[in-house]
């Protein structure tokens, strides 16, 4: 047996025959750069570690990419592409073949007529599953890519079956991504509900190792320790379950069973750190702001400090209290009982 790495200056018997044209669009991505001729190997050749059988046939699509129609069965790694499937090389490495007829090839089976993809040491990426196949304890789903790192191990597939991961329920054809065989997160479908909140669909909900959730956006408003957060808060958790922060765009204020809408800059509140800023604790009211019997006006900013209580406000008008009249950019700070003053 001859053994060589294909060339494009290389000379070969030519079938007389040219390229099918809906094929050659389909191999090369949509991206038609004419046709060209097909070769017949007259000898048995070795690309990549494959041994390609003699009379194969092949064409050139430039100077760095090759493809094989292999007439034969075509041992490949530890599987077999079958007859009549196409491999594709790159600068003399394999980097994907499509499949003549549904195969099994490392114990997933993959869609006839579609792309197999390979890394470097012929270790399959991805492919499209020719029907539902367990992949690694996982049922995934049928006409839909599996990704595989290279080591072997599933990355992402969608889920075939409605399954119950991490205590929270998925329905067929979520998303599911794993990192190191542990399920890092999922893209929802629908509304889920994980750790008694409703997490929002088409969002991504993520899990620490331990199957605890990292993050999620609330598809509800929802209260925690006395803070009504909005829809669309991202909330944030430890790996013991506990929040540990949350970011939104606004959210309500409860004081004295009265709701004040606020705009959030950066505060902690009951052990929560709500952020969007990342510098300071701090509150621009959305609305007129009732506090201890005083009522500052819609735009006032209010300060919290380190335990999680209203500490002072900047006022941005004019305001009057206890028969006294203060100019707009009065700053009030709380004695304890919550009666502003005015440091002298």
């Known amino acids: 047996m001859r053994t060589k790495i ?3 200056s290389d000379t070969y018997k030519d079938t ?41 046939r092949f064409i050139f699509l430039n100077k760095s990419d090759v493809i094989f129609y292999c007439l034969n069965d075509q041992p490949i790694g530890s599987g077999v592409v079958p007859a009549g499937s196409l491999l594709w090389f790159h600068d003399g490495q394999l980097v994907s073949s499509i ?10 089976n993959f869609k006839k007529g579609s792309a197999l993809y390979f890394y470097l040491g012929k270790q399959i990426s991805s492919g499209v599953l020719a029907k539902d196949t367990n992949v690694q304890g996982f049922m995934l789903k049928e006409n839909t890519t599996v990704n595989l790192y290279e080591n072997g191990q599933l990355c992402e597939g969608r889920l075939a079956v409605s399954t119950t991961l991490n205590g929270a329920f998925f329905i067929k054809g979520t998303l599911v991504v794993l990192d190191n065989s542990v399920l890092e997160h999922v893209e929802l479908e629908e509304d889920v509900l994980a750790k008694s909140y409703l997490f929002r669909k088409n969002s991504t909900l993520h899990f620490h190792p331990n199957g605890q959730v990292s993050v999620g956006m ?36 409860r004081h004295e069973s009265k709701e004040y809408p606020l705009f959030l800059k950066d505060a902690e509140i009951n052990g929560v750190t709500i952020k969007l800023s990342p510098k300071e604790s ?40 206890n028969r006294k009249s203060y100019p707009a950019n009065t700053h009030f700070w709380f004695r304890p009982g919550g009666t502003p003053y005015v440091p002298k």
């Open 99 to 108: 499949f003549n007829a549904d195969t099994s090839f490392t114990d997933i």
């Open 218 to 253: 609330l598809a509800r408003e929802e209260e925690i320790r006395g803070i009504s957060f909005s829809k669309l808060s991202d909330l944030f958790f430890d790996d013991k379950g506990n929040i540990i922060k949350a970011e939104v765009e606004e959210f309500v204020f």
């Open 6 to 8: 294909i060339s494009n």
């Open 282 to 321: 701090w509150l621009i009211t959305k609305t007129a702001f009732s506090y201890k019997g005083v009522t500052y006006p819609a735009g006032s900013v209010l300060y919290f400090d380190g335990n999680n209580h209203a500490e002072s406000i900047l006022v941005k008008e004019p305001i009057s209290i």
């Open 16 to 56: 007389g025959r040219t390229v099918d044209a809906e094929t050659y669009t389909f191999l090369t991505g949509g991206n038609d750069v004419g046709e060209r001729k097909v070769y017949a190997s007259p000898y048995a050749i070795e690309m990549d570690g494959i041994t390609i059988q003699k009379d194969a």
